[in-house]
């Protein structure tokens, strides 16, 4: 009986870890990519960037084990804090990838979801799990065959940036994908 108890213990602080007031969203001043949310603000920390423009050329082997995509095909998208929705400028990245991808069918790819360094553990790892499986959603309703495609999720044990600013925050905000398998030919 002391195990079913502390079992529906366990589940209810899950779930209320999971719920909209969490550690993620205390202070953020956004993540600058123009989406909307009470902490979007003004100013990209990355630009738009992607790993290519970080250190990577197309095909070679970066953090985790996977290659970068190719020249001028972006490879992260944002969220808004404690969001898994994509925004309108994540479909115009998420589309590139996609027609990419359509170009290269030999190409499989893995999507890294991943968060900023505030909230649980167990709360980031399944945020950055609704990420990416948002992203891979989206790319096999654009004609991307799902057996392409693997989702992982790092929560926020792997930052792309190292820090606690709110810009670093918003850097970590993403998902990343990244070739696994095959030789683009685009």
Request: net charge negative; hydrophobic share 35%; charged share 15%.
């Amino acid at each position: 009986m002391f195990a079913k108890s502390l079992a529906v213990v366990a589940i209810a602080l899950l779930l209320a870890g999971c719920s909209g007031d969490t550690p993620d969203k205390v202070g953020g001043a956004g993540n600058g990519y123009g989406q909307t949310g009470s902490d979007a603000a003004g100013g990209s920390p990355l630009g738009g960037v992607n790993s290519n423009q970080l250190g990577g050329a197309p095909g070679e082997v970066g953090p985790r084990g996977t290659r970068y995509l190719a020249p001028g095909v972006e490879d992260r998208i944002f969220f808004d804090t404690a969001a898994a929705m994509i925004s309108p400028e994540a479909h115009a990245v998420l589309d590139h990838q996609s027609g990419w991808l359509n170009q290269n069918p030999q190409i499989a790819v893995q999507i890294a979801g991943n968060c900023d360094e505030r909230g649980t553990e167990e709360y980031n790892l399944a945020l950055g799990e609704r990420r990416a499986n948002s992203a891979r959603d989206y790319l096999v309703s654009h004609g991307i065959s799902a057996q392409r495609i693997r989702t992982i999720s790092y929560g926020k044990g792997q930052p792309t940036a190292l820090g606690s600013t709110p810009d670093d925050w918003a850097q970590n905000r993403n998902a990343i994908t990244s070739v696994l398998g095959g030789q683009p030919t685009s």
